[in-house]
Every structure is written in structure tokens, then in C-alpha cells.
């Protein structure tokens, strides 16, 4: 019975960076796996970065050393620090916790040439 709500994204040029937040409640959110999704208009949404209990990473390739994800169990938070930025990255960003009923609403994030 998690529920999610991002934040942190924005307009930003090639090469900027951003970072985006994922609050949780309903559950305990230190036991579960949590990730970043993105989706693009006429793509499903795919996984972007993954993050373990015990803060194991795993990334897209297409991400990788650019984007770090990372949380602060105490606060019930998530992050994905985007560095780098490329205008293939702009998407809907969406946290994803294990266990999770429902998508939240996104966070923008759109990068310019």
C-alpha cells in the first residue's frame, strides 16, 4: 500500500543536471527495492535505475555513469542525481517501491539541445 510523489524535475540544457526526489509512505520503505522509470510519447515506460534494500545499484546502460540513484531510508526518500544531461533523456520520470498498487503522477524532465 506504498504511494509515491515525485518531484525535482524541470527544463534544463544538454549537459545540466537534476535531481529528482521520491517521497513514500504507506509501507516501510526501507525493506523494499525501489527504481526510476521513465517514459517517452510512443514508448512504454522503461527502467532507468534500480536500487536494493541494501543500496545494490543497477542501471540502464544508456544512463550509466551519468545518473546515480540513492536513499535516505530515515526519510522515506529516494533520488536520481542526473548529470550530464542529454536530450534524449527528457521523459516523465517515475519512482517505482516494490509492492507498489499504483503509479504516481511523474516529474517532467526536458532537456534541450
Known amino acids: 500500500q506504498v504511494q509515491v510523489v515525485e518531484s525535482g524535475g524541470g527544463l534544463v540544457q544538454a549537459g545540466g543536471s537534476l535531481r529528482l526526489s521520491c517521497a513514500a509512505s504507506?509501507?516501510?520503505?526501507?525493506?523494499?527495492?525501489m527504481a526510476w522509470y521513465r517514459r517517452t510519447p510512443g514508448k512504454q515506460r522503461e527502467l532507468v535505475a534500480k536500487?536494493?534494500?541494501?543500496?545494490?545499484?543497477n542501471y540502464a546502460d544508456s544512463v550509466k555513469g551519468r545518473f546515480t540513484i540513492s536513499r535516505d531510508n530515515a526519510k522515506n526518500t529516494a533520488y536520481l542525481q542526473m548529470d550530464s544531461l542529454k536530450p534524449e533523456d527528457t521523459a516523465v520520470y517515475f519512482c517505482?517501491?516494490?509492492?507498489?498498487?499504483?503509479w504516481g503522477q511523474g516529474t517532467q524532465v526536458t532537456v534541450s539541445p
Open positions: 517505482w517501491v516494490e509492492t507498489m498498487a499504483y
Open positions: 504507506g509501507s516501510i520503505f526501507s525493506l523494499k527495492t
Open positions: 536500487i536494493t534494500v541494501g543500496g545494490s545499484t
